[in-house]
């Protein structure tokens, strides 16, 4: 599981980034509350991630703080598999966006 990534910001959005660490590109979702405390591309940037692998693809979603990731957590994990399914771990990224 990867816990936290620490790079280089390459590119953001306001619901993705992707960071460069050591010459890999990461692609990661992220709430808005995390978006507004991004530094510029090419800056260094360290996220806490919580990981999750479904069926073959392995998604990552990054916080400024472990508290906005622990909320996050707490907010999908009752949720499990049925509202996951229909729709997905970013819509519950945007949520936690509001829980700040």
């Keep these: 599981m990867i816990a936290r990534l620490e790079g280089i910001m390459f590119e953001q959005h306001p619901t993705r980034v992707v960071i460069d660490v050591g010459g890999v590109g990461y692609d990661v ?3 808005l509350s995390t ?3 991004l530094p510029d591309a090419g800056k260094p940037v360290a ?3 919580h990981t999750h692998a479904n069926e073959g693809a ?3 979603f990054g916080f400024a703080s472990r508290a906005e990731r622990a909320a996050f957590a707490r ?3 009752p ?3 049925e509202m996951r399914g229909r729709f997905g771990e970013e819509v519950f990224c945007l949520l936690a966006s509001t829980k700040r």
Excluded: M
């Design 29 to 31: 979702h992220i709430p």
């Design 35 to 37: 978006f507004t405390e």
């Design 47 to 49: 996220l806490h991630i």
């Design 58 to 60: 392995l998604q990552l």
């Design 75 to 77: 907010l999908v994990k």
């Design 79 to 81: 949720l499990h598999d």
